[in-house]
């Protein structure tokens, strides 16, 4: 098979599923989903065990081949969960077969914009993402979802024109928008720079970084559990490669350190709306954002800290599309978002409270998860570069974010009521379980990820 064309399989299959899903056939949709995310995830494994590819179209080395595998895993158990879960949900503003066609070109344009050379298109990808996914907010078509989705395209719309602004200053100076050409020549002048910062910021915007991350919680908390799912477990790293691309074209104190302030702001600002929340899927949803800073931490600081940025990705992106789904589970249940009136968790839904209490471990970090190990590879980094003062300051705030984030969700579990009875578990529950197991496994693949990373570490 010509090599340019298996590197094209994870967005030929996304496209294939999306395209067949709008015949007028029943279950045609939801049958072709499953199997384009089989496809999928098996392309992206292959392809996890190919050589680095550039070629002047498409730039596709190790963050890249992580990113898809991560993408495809997300794929396939949203698409898992979506089936019996879609039934849940009353009053949808299209057809079901509209919401796999728009799952599938959401998961698209994502394998698009981590495998593209050129930022232009990498800014194109990330921008179509925004299309299919706003509307996939508004599936329950009611007032509040629809004022979030419209939130969250004037929002990240803003953040794109900025970043649009970055790349045309990028191209001013350099000339090219070529990944692999920046990254041979580096270019070292002032609007160079500027145009760097500012995208920094622009795709900051789309990755739910401070101070322009105000979309994500709102997102978060109306959409349905699986769109919250793969916008949190996929859709921000993504934007986060985007910014990964341009610290490595530019790797200067300057963009190093801009980026470092930004991820710890947005650690410091996660971890204090944290404590403050009563709905249990915004207060997940300000636990991605807070990852998202570590990971922009990382990034910054390079090296191992860049290591440790991609595990979190990989075992984020599992156990936080996970914990989502089990909140898909406590909400058609209780019918609430509001954690106050969500109790005895274990004593109705034990399968789903026992593996919402492991997750909600996992996404704060708790030892043997694999964001446990992502963090202290990055927190290595942080004191080599920053000392131990600053290290100490971030730690105090991710022990915050941990507490608020563990305590609350333990209220919901493990607090009695007699009057519960204990009721049939969801199916679906299984899919979070696997993701979670499979989010823990991460650490027994870290040496091949150093492997990967190698020409960026």
């Known amino acids: ?50 050589p680095s590819y550039i070629n002047g179209y498409f730039y596709i080395d ?19 969960y979506s089936l019996p879960y879609i039934k849940h949900l009353g009053n949808l503003l299209f057809q079901h077969r509209l919401y796999y066609f728009l799952l599938n070109v959401f998961v698209a344009t994502m394998f698009f914009s981590v495998i593209m050379d050129n930022l232009g298109l990498i800014w194109v990808g990330i921008e179509a993402t925004t299309v299919s996914s706003a509307l996939l907010i508004a599936t329950q078509n009611n007032q509040v979802t629809v004022e979030s989705a419209w939130r969250y395209v004037i929002i990240v719309s803003t953040g794109l024109v900025i970043s649009l602004i970055a790349i045309t200053f990028i191209y001013g100076s350099a000339g090219t928008l070529s990944l692999h050409k920046l990254l041979l020549t580096h270019p070292d002048n002032r609007v160079f720079l500027i145009g760097i910062l500012l995208g920094i910021v622009g795709f900051g915007t789309k990755a739910g970084i401070f101070p322009m991350h105000t979309w994500l919680p709102d997102v978060h908390g109306k959409a349905p559990a699986p769109v919250s799912a793969i916008f949190s477990g996929v859709l921000l790293p993504v934007a986060l490669y985007a910014m990964a691309r341009l610290i490595q074209i530019y790797p200067v104190g300057t963009v190093r350190l801009f980026t470092f302030i930004l991820g710890t702001l947005t650690v410091i600002t996660a971890s ?45 992106g599992l156990a936080k599309s996970g914990v989502f789904f089990l909140t898909g589970d406590v909400l058609s249940r209780y019918h609430t978002t509001e954690m106050r009136d969500v109790n005895s968790l274990m004593q109705r839904l034990p399968r789903a409270a026992s593996s919402l209490f492991i997750g909600s471990m996992a996404v704060t970090g708790a030892p043997p998860f694999a964001i446990f190990v992502g963090e202290l590879f990055i927190f290595s980094a942080l004191i080599a570069q920053y000392g131990w003062l600053m290290a100490l300051v971030i730690i105090l705030f991710l022990a915050i974010a941990f507490i608020a984030v563990n305590f609350k969700t333990g209220k919901m579990i493990f607090s009695e009521n007699e009057k519960i009875k204990r009721e049939k578990p969801h199916l679906e529950s299984w899919i979070a379980i696997v993701n979670l197991i499979l989010s823990f496994l991460v650490i027994l693949f870290i040496p091949y990820f150093e492997l990967l990373l190698k020409n960026l570490l």
């Not at 395209?19 to 098996?42: E, K």
């Not at 890249?64 to 898992?80: D, E, G, H, R």
Request: proline content about 2%; overall charge positive.
């Open 1 to 50: 098979m010509n090599q340019h064309i298996i590197y094209l399989l994870p967005i030929f299959f996304s496209l294939f599923g999306a395209l067949l899903c709008i015949l007028p056939f029943r279950y045609m949709d939801r049958t072709l989903s499953v199997i384009a995310s089989v496809l999928t995830l098996s392309s992206a494994i292959y392809l996890l065990f190919q």
């Open 62 to 80: 190790g963050l890249s081949k992580l990113l898809i595998l991560t993408i495809a895993m997300v794929y396939i158990s949203t698409v898992l």
């Open 272 to 316: 204090l709306m944290m404590t403050v929340q009563t709905n249990y899927k915004r207060m997940f949803a300000y636990s991605s954002m807070e990852n998202m800073g570590m990971i922009l931490i990382g990034f910054s600081l390079g090296g191992y800290g860049l290591l440790g940025a991609v595990i979190i990705i990989v075992s984020h």
